[in-house]
């Protein structure tokens, strides 16, 4: 790539991360090879109208459905089968289903009250060509037609760990957050990450397969949040995981709004924290796009940790 000062995410690159994961209850991704347009789930290979009908259907229950496709050659030949993945939980005890769906009713069928509700035996009972999965997967964005930075900065990420990891690691459509590129999420965890490379997806992965997030993620530079909490509460915690190097995501809840929280830790600890909404230079949050201010988080103690 010809990294240049007018990329979005040459522009960022100095700038944190904290705070800026999609926020959603559960996340979809179901493979469709061949070209992806700006609107992935609508233009590309998967029929649009099914396309319109999961993204509507996962948005009103709290969702979100990615496309994902194999690392490398994207044939445009198509296909009926599809691996689909369907990770829930994100507030608890994260879980992962995996399955091939062999008819597209198999989709449109999902339970997604169910997907929302936070367990997985109803959407198992539901759908029984899903099953668990004890593997993680790393999703990374290379969505060109919605930023070129994406596809220029993740689709290298993902082919190197190709051959490595087979079947853990997909090209994804957006996520949001192509000023952070090569820009990834981590499934079941559903930590969003950023400004990745090969190497530090590898500790990602190995890292998710224990059910902890890896330690060189803990860090403004790399970590966007978690994407079950809202952005001032995922600023908060990924601020107590990098001062704290607490890599489990289940220990952590926070509490109150963006002036006064308190994030508690299972053992008993809490943190007194501020998390403040800053407006800096006009940068734009996507190539061709018009500069804006840049928002960022940043966090502060309030009080008296114990």
């Known amino acids: 790539m010809k990294d240049n000062a007018t990329a979005c995410s040459t522009q960022w690159d100095a700038l944190p991360a904290w705070g800026t994961a999609t926020q959603t209850r ?22 649009p109208d099914l396309g319109a009908r999961l993204g509507a259907a996962a948005s009103e229950a709290g969702g979100r459905v990615l496309l994902i496709r194999a690392p490398g050659r994207h044939a445009d030949a198509s296909f009926q089968s599809r691996r689909v993945f369907v990770a829930g939980g994100l507030a608890g005890r994260p879980w992962l289903l995996t399955g091939v769906a062999l008819d597209p009713a198999a989709l449109a069928d999902l339970p997604w009250g169910d997907l929302a509700a936070g367990g997985p035996d109803a959407v198992l009972a539901a759908c029984g060509w899903l099953k668990p999965s004890h593997a993680p997967v790393l999703l990374v964005c290379a969505n060109s037609r919605r930023d070129v930075c994406c596809a220029l900065k993740g689709r290298p990420v993902a082919l190197a760990l190709a051959a490595e990891r087979p079947g853990q690691v997909w090209e994804c459509s957006h996520t949001g957050g192509h000023r952070f590129a090569p820009t990834g999420i981590v499934l079941p965890l559903g930590q969003m990450l950023a400004r990745l490379d090969a190497d530090l997806a590898t500790h990602v992965l190995d890292a998710a397969a224990s059910g902890a997030f890896a330690v060189g993620t803990l860090s403004e530079r790399h970590d966007r949040g978690v994407s079950h909490l809202p952005p001032a509460h995922q600023a908060a915690v990924s601020w107590v995981r990098a001062h704290e190097g607490e890599t489990d995501p289940a220990v952590l809840t926070v509490l109150g709004g963006a002036d006064a929280l308190t994030v508690q830790h299972v053992d008993g600890r809490t943190w007194d924290l501020a998390a403040t909404r800053q407006e800096g230079a006009a940068l734009p949050e996507s190539c061709g796009k018009a500069a804006k201010p840049a928002v960022t988080w940043t966090v502060t103690p309030t009080g008296v940790t114990g």
């Open 26 to 47: 559960f996340w979809v991704a179901v493979e469709q090879s061949g070209p992806w347009g700006r609107d992935a789930l609508t233009e590309s290979h998967l029929d």
